[in-house]
């Protein structure tokens, strides 16, 4: 192999390694922000529901990707951990919320993403769900959103009575219900109206849902 074909190589690697650098950007918090948001997450009202944290594509409504990310105060550095499904995650510490240290995460560059913040349950249940298994995540939800609405938000917010079902963007389908009818999947969403389900109904999804969220009746998604 010819010295120049080496260094040729070599060369193309540089410009590889620098483009991957050239085309991300910075997201920067710092984590009392954060925290402000996630230690609701610590009650212990609500167990089998949290608030998560996602950067939303302006343009498109999809959950941005998030490439890497980590905490910095002066010379302490720590990276966290990004979960698959890209929730922006902190270790909750009254310590770390005194020395609120930077928090920086990795996203593609070119793109507007906004913080979103999302009541969701716990679990995904996998592809077959029980009415009782979704049924007992609604008062928790309840309890959450009027945690995060305030005192008086209990007067004029209405009760969850479902969820959404979160799927693959752009997803259609259906979930089958166990009394033969069924809940169509679009853009990669299905509501299920819980209350209204027969008792002992069980569902079954074509795949795993990536994320569990609360429905109120007076909206649509």
Not at 150 to 155: C, K, L, R, T, Y
């Amino acid at each position: 192999m010819s010295t120049s074909f080496i260094k040729s190589l070599l060369l193309s690697f540089c410009l590889l390694a620098i483009s991957g650098h050239v085309w991300a950007q910075n997201i920067e918090m710092r984590y009392s922000n954060l925290f402000s948001k996630l230690k609701h997450n610590i009650a212990e009202s609500h167990p089998d529901v949290s608030i998560a944290l996602y950067l939303i594509n302006q343009q498109t409504g999809e959950t941005c990707t998030v490439h890497k990310g980590w905490m910095q105060k002066e010379e302490h550095y720590e990276e966290l951990v990004i979960p698959t499904d890209n929730a922006l995650t902190i270790p909750l510490d009254n310590h770390l919320r005194q020395a609120n240290p930077d928090v920086t995460f990795v996203i593609d560059d070119d793109i507007t993403c906004d913080v979103s913040m999302q009541v969701i349950a716990n679990s995904s249940f996998g592809k077959t769900i029980r009415k009782a298994d979704l049924e007992s995540l609604l008062p928790q939800m309840d309890i959450l959103l009027n945690d995060l609405g305030g005192m008086f938000s209990s007067w004029f917010m209405p009760e969850v009575s479902g969820v959404v079902m979160h799927f693959a963007t752009e997803q259609t389908g259906v979930i089958t219900v166990s009394n033969d009818t069924i809940i169509p999947i679009e853009k990669g969403k299905a509501i299920v109206d819980v209350k209204q389900l027969p008792e002992n109904t069980v569902l079954t999804l074509p795949s795993p849902a990536i994320r569990i969220t609360p429905w109120l009746e007076s909206t649509s998604n």
